[in-house]
């Protein structure tokens, strides 16, 4: 693993910035991209670049089941208004929330992810350790598959809602074993809510309580975090 502690989340964006174009440079075509509030500054590096990404494909973590792509707070409308609306991709892939044939949607996504393998794979994290939605206990080798929620998720990710009565309690994610595969994989992480997860991944046992653990087996992972999100390393 190699962790960069950055003065702020801007010089962490802008890194993960030049380190997606040195992929890219390299020959990286399929990015995994996610959602959040921590790749956001990334994203707008993205957009305020020359970079043209019609030649790139991605595919998106995850999506919350139940909610139209229309819907404000699905991650279909996050990617559009963060990303896509200004640079477009060849081909842009998120799961389809909308559909509620977890196995129809699951298994066309892993179909997806087979045609196109992740190159660079851009990651936040929960504050419990999550990765895209696999919560504390799911098994490091499972695909795409549905979730449901924790309540400490809802309640993190209630600040994008009016209430978190509004939160989703479901979401179809890609799977740890999905996750690995991805040539590089660039964390983001900011805030001292993130302290204790970063300590855990960076330094802890790998353990499926602490998903994001995992990645101590990855060859290729690079975890940019800001001040107080390294203040527990
Ligand atoms: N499914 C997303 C994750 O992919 C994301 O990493 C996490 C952290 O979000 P934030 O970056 O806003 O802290 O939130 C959600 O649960």
């Given at each position: 693993?190699?962790?960069l502690?950055?003065k702020?989340?801007?010089?962490?964006s802008?890194?993960?910035?030049?380190?997606?174009?040195?992929?890219?440079?390299n020959?990286?075509?399929?990015?995994?991209?996610a959602?959040?509030?921590s790749?956001v500054?990334?994203?707008?590096?993205?957009?305020?670049s020359?970079?043209?990404?019609?030649q790139?494909?991605?595919?998106?973590?995850?999506?919350?089941?139940?909610?139209?792509p229309?819907?404000?707070q699905?991650?279909?409308?996050?990617?559009?208004q963060?990303l896509?609306?200004?640079?477009?991709?060849?081909k842009?892939?998120i799961?389809?929330?909308?559909?509620l044939?977890?196995?129809?949607v699951?298994?066309?996504y892993?179909q997806?992810?087979?045609?196109?393998?992740?190159?660079?794979?851009?990651?936040g994290?929960?504050?419990?350790?999550?990765?895209?939605f696999n919560?504390?206990?799911?098994?490091?080798?499972?695909?795409?598959h549905?979730?449901?929620?924790t309540?400490?998720?809802?309640?993190?990710?209630?600040?994008?809602?009016?209430s978190?009565?509004?939160?989703?309690?479901?979401?179809?994610?890609?799977?740890i074993?999905?996750?690995?595969?991805?040539?590089?994989?660039i964390?983001?992480?900011?805030?001292?809510q993130?302290?204790?997860a970063?300590?855990?991944t960076?330094?802890?046992k790998?353990?499926?309580a602490?998903?994001?653990?995992?990645?101590?087996?990855?060859?290729?992972?690079?975890?940019?975090?800001?001040?107080?999100?390294?203040?527990?390393?």
């Amino acid at each position: 693993m190699n962790i960069l502690v950055m003065k702020n989340k801007e010089e962490a964006s802008k890194k993960a910035f030049d380190l997606l174009l040195a992929d890219i440079n390299n020959g990286a075509k399929v990015l995994g991209l996610a959602t959040g509030s921590s790749p956001v500054g990334l994203y707008d590096q993205i957009v305020s670049s020359s970079l043209d990404c019609s030649q790139l494909i991605s595919i998106n973590l995850d999506e919350y089941v139940g909610i139209k792509p229309t819907n404000p707070q699905s991650y279909h409308f996050f990617m559009q208004q963060h990303l896509f609306s200004q640079k477009p991709f060849a081909k842009s892939f998120i799961p389809d929330g909308s559909n509620l044939d977890a196995d129809y949607v699951t298994t066309r996504y892993n179909q997806i992810l087979t045609a196109h393998p992740i190159d660079t794979q851009i990651l936040g994290i929960g504050n419990n350790g999550h990765i895209g939605f696999n919560e504390p206990g799911t098994p490091f080798d499972i695909q795409t598959h549905k979730v449901r929620l924790t309540s400490a998720t809802i309640k993190a990710n209630s600040r994008f809602f009016t209430s978190s009565n509004d939160v989703p309690h479901a979401a179809y994610t890609m799977g740890i074993g999905s996750i690995m595969k991805a040539k590089h994989i660039i964390l983001l992480a900011f805030g001292e809510q993130k302290a204790d997860a970063i300590a855990a991944t960076v330094n802890g046992k790998i353990t499926t309580a602490v998903p994001a653990s995992v990645l101590q087996r990855h060859p290729n992972v690079t975890i940019l975090v800001d001040q107080q999100a390294a203040q527990k390393l």
